[in-house]
């Protein structure tokens, strides 16, 4: 398989004992013949000598979970999609699972933080948007835009979904490659038909210099730098988690937001900044969810499991290899975390197991990273729908 893309950390090679969980179990619970067929876990039932063992079962891990599978969010709402494309904006037909919030932040500090700026970023074009100004730590002005169904007024409070971009990328992206405002129009997150709809936050991240350019400069290499935000320093003082937080408290303070419905989304290194935004504010977003993306570099400190999460990947991908993704995957079963994953082909559908290598060239597996899952969102949304922070009422009726 050809070289991926150079990146912040190398890859590792190891084996992966396909992360079935905690989630499918408890579904198996209630209906365990229906389920156990339609579960299933990455790679599985793919002969591991076939994957060069990078699928090698490792076997204490699936005694610790008793040997279920988890299926992949697609499959629990199999039923779901059969009924129909009016279905979409029907809401959701049992309770939210209600995290209790965590206090702080919980991500053990690392890195330093990124200011090798290539240069500031200007107002981005976004159409029919509102468009929210903040000026960072840093002095830079900062950007975000706001895409919100209409009369939100009148529905408010709404779920927030926060959107980061990818490198390279601007919030614009939403439109270009997404349906999310289609979507944010009538689709039912709530269960409530009153606040039907959902926010979308775009923050516009930060043109790094490339690793060559801070080289030069500084003589050192302190970071990779085509990443939109800056997931490398994981502290109190990352300039880019305040700024979403200035953005979402402007928002909150309208009373447009309901707290307990704040979710993260994003793709490629965009997905780092998803993850570590919901780690990073776990008392502040309930869930969140990546397209193309493996771990970030934040790592979980708090007791208990971090944030749930949903994990969409190609099974080809140049990027970040589904391997990688499913390193990660395995990872957060190893830390009791909710876990959903949705395996893509080239065409965005269900996809057995990771691509072999000599069948993922390096223009197949950049095409398939580049392409957004656009056929797949309501199964985020269905995602984001089984999730809301348990807040007191008292935070509750700051939001009426």
Known sequence: MPQPQPRRRPYRTSTLDLPGVRHCRALLAGAAAWLAAACSTPSSGVDGGDLLGVFEQDAGA???????????????????????????????????????????????????????????????????????????????????????????????????????????????????????????????LTGDPAHAGFIVLAPQGRAFKTPSQAERERGTKMYTATAPFDVEFTGEGNVDVVTVDAFVDQLLEKKLVDRRRIYALGGSYGGHMAATYAMMRADRVAAFATFGSDAPPAEWACPGPPPPAMAVYRACDDMFPCESVERWLRARDALSANTSFLRLDEASRDEPHCALRNRCSAKKGAINHARWPKSRETDLLRFFAGHVLALGADAAARDR
């Open 62 to 188: 699936a005694a610790a979970d008793g040997g279920q599978p988890r299926p992949s969010a697609a499959r629990q709402d199999a039923g779901a999609r059969a009924a129909g494309p009016a279905s979409a904006a029907a809401p959701p037909t049992k309770p939210p699972e209600a995290r209790p919030p965590s206090e702080g932040s919980c991500v053990a500090e690392q890195g330093r933080p990124g200011r090798e700026l290539r240069k500031t970023l200007g107002r981005p074009p976004c159409r029919g948007a509102q468009v929210l100004e903040t000026r960072d730590a840093e002095g830079s002005p900062r950007y975000a835009c706001v895409i919100a169904p209409s009369g939100v007024e009148t529905r408010a409070p709404l779920p927030l979904i926060v959107f980061f971009h990818a490198d390279g990328d601007n919030p614009t992206s939403v439109d270009k490659e997404t349906g999310l405002r289609k979507l944010g129009a009538t689709w039912n």
